[in-house]
């Protein structure tokens, strides 16, 4: 091997040999660069003669371009690897499962009023809401109540402390109260428009009034808090036929089942008279043919028409009192109230 040929190799080698740009271009002063070997070459083709140089300058710029060659080549090569390094430490899977922000959903006695809140919307009610933190007075006393009924003791009514028969004094123990609150104010706001006391030509009260209530209670089928939905349709000539067409109705549509039959069971409740307790009985499925209860009802009594500032000899009319939790639990075929209240999301997800 000729002297240039060996340089040309021991270039490559020491190329090949370093491992970063910086280490390269050390590498390359060593054979390029001011005190090169292949400078120091051409530096001695001073003393040759004019044929000499010729061919020997040819062979060290062959020897030159090789060793230039080789450097871009490694050049190249680092380039590529700090790419390709970098590359892979950024490096995205896009095949890695994203992170799923849960999404939320109704709560199914959410899903229940609102579908309830629709059906008795198209029919014409409205919709009323009353306080959780109720007076004596509305949950007892307007309806009819009277001061030594059972419902008023402490073993079935939260009573909170500082209020007065008047003022909140109890949590609510049906949704009942807001019959009388709705009524008061629906006469109130007649009167106001008419600016007179005067009540002929007032609109029929129609309204649905959904919400939670509570009573000293606990087991597989009852809550402390549960939900109910009251309904009052009054007017002047209202009758238990329209309660049984309207409820009938009602049923027939949120289970969306035609044939779906209602019995009107005789009860009691102080605030209504007569009273019947309405039990649901489908055809179909797996509840066939059994006797649900699902809502307690019955004609305004004149004594709670009378706390609604109207006169009972012109308005009559029905009222009732549904379980949201137990049409929610049919409609579902959910058989442990609790399952509504554990907030477990296995449960509540399925209602999505
Ligand atoms: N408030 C009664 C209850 O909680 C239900 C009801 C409402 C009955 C309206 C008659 C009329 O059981």
Redesign the pocket.
Known sequence: MNELDAIVDSARVAFSQAATPAALENAKARFLGKTGSITELMKGMAALSVDEKKSRGAAINLAKQAIESALNERRQALADAELQQQLQAEALDVTLPGRVRGQGSLHPVSLTMERLEAIFGSMGFEVAQGPEIEADWYNFTALNTPEDHPARSMHDTFYVEGGSTKTPNLLR????PV?VRHALQHVQSYKTLTGSDDLTGMPEIRVIAPGR?YRVDSDATHSPMFH?C?GLWLGENISFKDLKYLFTEFCRTFFESDDLVLRFRPSF?P??EP?AEIDIQFQQGPLAGRWLEV????QVHPNVVRNMGLDPEQYIGF???MGLDRFTMLRYGVNDLRLFFDGDLRFLSQFR
Do not use: I, L, V
């Open positions: 123990t049906h949704t009942s019959q209530t109910q009251e409740f605030f209504t009273s809502a307690g009802s019955g009222a009732f009192g």
